[in-house]
């Protein structure tokens, strides 16, 4: 029987309109008054906010959207290719596309 993984706490939405307040102000420290979109989630990437795993399992969903069309609606060989590209299973690939996914929705992620 497989281990059960512990699903992830949501946070209050205090939490997130404080957590926007500070990254805001440390944003336009170190960018100035206009940071970019780009700016941000490199600031994040770097600080560690936004981690490695998230950011890969972030790409792999983009990817298989795109690849998809590339492949002319082939799951199969949209499959071998992410897991080429990203070094993983066929296996891992399908559970980060299906499994993440559901968890890139605000209600997933904050308690309202």
Wanted: with cysteine.
């Amino acid at each position: 029987m497989p281990l059960k993984r512990k699903k992830q706490k949501q946070n209050k939405i205090d939490v997130v309109k404080d957590f926007i307040e500070i990254a805001g102000v440390t944003l336009e420290k170190r960018f100035g008054l206009y940071p970019t979109c780009k700016d941000v989630v490199k600031h994040f990437v770097e600080k560690g906010i936004i981690e490695p795993k998230r950011l890969r399992n972030f790409m792999i969903i983009a990817d298989f959207d795109k690849m998809l069309v590339t492949n002319k609606g082939s799951r199969t060989n949209t499959w071998m290719d992410l897991s080429i590209k990203y070094n993983i299973s066929e296996s891992q690939a399908q559970n980060i596309v299906y499994k993440d996914r559901k968890k890139s929705s605000a209600s997933s992620n904050i308690t309202y």
